[in-house]
């Protein structure tokens, strides 16, 4: 399956990966159901993840999220094995040991027509900043606060 047929002639839309810092070992039943809530709505389509856990050694172990359990909830993944040792590799220093994370590449549906026309027109996003919601909401606060 080449990617044009993941989502029709345009191509996939932006891609984000983001790395989750689990509370256990595991996707949680919380964290699962916002991420389906999020899927169900069409805002992102689950492209690929992967659950990373590392020792107090520092060792890896690296398990592909399980299907079964994403099959169940109606959120296959559409690109399994998107997620190379290439990207794991470069993700684990933000992953402390003796920790577990969550690896997992979301495609940002709502930006997928404007990609479409921005590469139609010869123009492309060149830089894009991510600013966490832990650290927007407490310079919200500070802000309200002054």
Partial sequence: MGFESLAGAGGLGPVEINVIML?????????????????????????????VTKTTSGSVTVDEVDRAEFALADAA??????IGDDDVADLLAGIPDGEAA????????????????LNEDGSSVIAVERIPAHVVNAVAEMAAAE
């Fill in 102 to 117: 969550a690896i997992v590449a979301f495609e940002l549906v709502w930006a997928r027509e404007l990609a479409a026309a």
């Fill in 77 to 82: 993944l559409a690109t399994p094995g998107l």
């Fill in 23 to 51: 509370g256990g070992s595991q996707i949680s039943t919380i964290v699962f159901h916002a991420l389906t809530e999020q899927l169900d709505a069409g805002v992102v389509r689950l492209l690929d993840a992967v659950v």
